[in-house]
């Protein structure tokens, strides 16, 4: 009768182990699948914005582009006027300027891969820190955000120069992986 019961008790643990281990088995495989899934929805959401950037580079590239003041400032104050200021003037502790920004107005690389992916503080100009986070624009039209970075370079720094589309375009190719918004010290780190 004991020895029964201790028979029984063994086969018993020998169950628990074999479930444990079927157990693990099973969620290690789960986990697995849930990243390979993971892994493809990703690759199949970057492919469909290669495949969306390819079409507008072939658009934009035999298309004629003219810099539009009037739609620059449209779209500027529909998507940028809320936080730098109808005069690009900005919040001060919150928002940067963006009149006499020597970020508008230097390399056009910085500005354009701001408007697209955003910006997350903190960062000092004229002795004032902001530490806030701007949203990137790269699903809007790679000539509505031309409008916008000529309209932001004319009018609120002196930089006359045009900026086509197909220069927007290049850019969101070469960074079509990013998901973050940028700190200024990858900002800093940009030489093109
Ligand atoms: C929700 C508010 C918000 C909106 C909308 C917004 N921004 Fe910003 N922007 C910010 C913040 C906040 C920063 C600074 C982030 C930081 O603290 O590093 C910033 C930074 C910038 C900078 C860098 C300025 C500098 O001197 O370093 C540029 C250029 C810029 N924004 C342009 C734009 C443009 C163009 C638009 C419209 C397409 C826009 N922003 C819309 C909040 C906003």
New binding site residues.
Partial sequence: MNNESLEQQNEHAKKTKRYVAISLILMFMLSVYVAWTMSQNYRKEESQERYRLTSLYKESNKNEYTYDQSQGRE??QK??M???GDQGQGKPN?????LN????GGNFQI?LR??LHG?????M?DDIQ??????G?KKIHPQDIAH??NY?RSEFTQIQESIHPVEVIKTQVKTIDRKNAY??EELNQIKE
Wanted: charged residues 15%; aromatic residues 10%.
């Fill in positions: 779209l500027y998507l940028c809320e936080c730098h919150r928002y940067p300027p963006l920004s020597q970020i508008v500005p701001i408007i910006q997350v503080g903190p960062i100009r902001y530490n806030d986070k701007m949203p624009f916008i970075l932001i700190t200024e």
